[in-house]
């Protein structure tokens, strides 16, 4: 009987703690399922929080306001989601990483490199971008041609950056001496700026911000590269659900699907390594000793037309260099290289003054600009216009119909670029209305007047001083 009412007592006890258990994880369960998930609760907010830093590859000042490569993709990854974003500055590489392990930001697009030590510590998407690692060395002084060749002060990098990463795996594989300076900060810019002014002697920088940079840092040279192609991609945080990360798969995976990530990528970078050693030097010394006399037209015309001035000067730039009495074997002349049929039908009587000249060329271009299609918005509307200014909206129209019978979208410069060539070749120009013309031109045309663009932006918006006043100081050499 004791046993049997042991037993009794036992069971109901048994059976009164699973039901209590039972209950507790059912409460669990149901609370957990009422949570909202991570990307639940930015929709429901509205605010995507984003860590980044400013490099001319990922985030920096632009004619209207913020820009860059890393900036427009995530704007189209908020608007997705049907949220805002905030963006956050980390002073450091490490202080950014690590906002975003913590989970203190949604998450970072920075350009970062997916690294293995990186992917112990954050979760990151797919890929969207690809570059190599190259060493920077300063135009001028010895170009190392190996590892071998680096002294123990001259390699300088970001700490804890994925360059450092990449020397430490090379250190350890093949080059046991080898040996840099960590620097604090979040970007390359800085170092690639005290390299091109003689501070130190070599670098490591990804292929985009390479291009990007020498621009404006005319003596930054690539030595070589230091290994194959890495994949950059957003970090998030392993605490907490992979909602958000699932929705940036999702959305990338779309991006790359239906063209827009191609097109991103080619607005920010297919022009950056168009201009070489030459063409900028050139340009910036352009800069200092003809610009300043032509500004007030170029501004006076701006005024009048509503078109950026600097859109125009660059145009300028590529048309004449600047300079009032260009002419050329065909008869345009002056400083918007005008032909004397444009003129006339512009208004202008003397060609050769650069006031008459600079509103001349400007009219013309909205001109161009009303013949392209409504539908077409910028940036292409804006890349095509200029194609139409240098080659003739004939031979645009030409260009358009070739790209459409080829299969592709004829409002978009990227698909019209690739097809503008075809008309020096006989089986195509002899297919369309206008016959023969030097395609491949405005292709290179548009290239040059968006670089020499970005570059007056970065003049009139830069906080950096020292480098712009460098740039326009009397040559040394």
Sequence with gaps: MGIDAGKRRFDAASIATFLLLAGALGLFVLLRQGAPSVAERVQQSGILVVATRRSPSTYHDGAKGPDGFEYALVQEFAQHL??????????????LLDATARGSVHLAAAGLTITQPRERLLAFS??????????????????????????????????????????????????????????????????????????LRLTVADSDEAALSRRVFTHVATAFELGEPQAIAWAFS???????????????QLIEKDGRLRRLSARYFDHADR?????????????????????????????????????????????????????????????????????????????NDPKQSIIGGAKYLQVVEKKI???????????????????????????????ERDGADPDLWLEVKQRLPWLSQEKHYKTVRHGAARGREPVNYVDNIRN??????????????????????????
């Design 275 to 351: 201009l070489n050693f030459v063409d900028t030097r050139d340009f910036w010394r352009h800069m200092r000793d003809r610009l300043p006399a032509l500004m007030p037209h170029f501004e006076d015309a701006a005024e009048k037309t509503g078109i950026d001035w600097r859109l125009l000067a660059a145009i300028g730039y590529q048309e004449s260099h600047w300079r009032p009495d260009a002419v050329s074997p065909t008869g345009v002349r002056g400083i918007m290289m005008l032909t004397r049929a444009t003129a006339e039908q512009m208004g202008i009587k003397d060609r």
């Design 238 to 252: 392993r605490i907490g659900d992979d909602s958000l990360l699932d929705a940036a798969n999702d959305f990338l």
């Design 126 to 199: 797919l890929p969207y971008r690809f570059v190599t690692e190259q060493l920077i060395y300063r135009r001028g002084a010895d170009k190392p041609r190996s590892l071998d060749e680096v002294g123990p002060n001259d390699l300088h990098v970001v700490a804890e950056s994925s360059h450092e990463d990449t020397l430490r795996r090379l250190k350890e594989t093949g080059f046991p001496t080898l040996s840099w300076q960590r620097q604090a900060g979040n970007s390359t810019e800085r170092l690639l700026s005290a390299l091109d002014q003689g501070l």
């Design 373 to 403: 299609p409504a539908r077409i918005k910028r940036p292409n509307r804006l890349w095509l216009t200029l194609a139409g200014y240098n080659i003739g909206f004939g031979h645009l129209e030409d260009a358009r119909i070739l790209t």
């Design 82 to 95: 049907g949220a805002k974003v905030r963006f956050i500055f980390p002073d450091t590489l490490e202080a």
């Design 452 to 477: 020499y663009y970005d570059l007056l932006v970065w003049y009139t918006t830069t906080s950096d001083r020292k480098t712009r006043d460098r740039l326009l100081a009397p040559d040394k050499e």
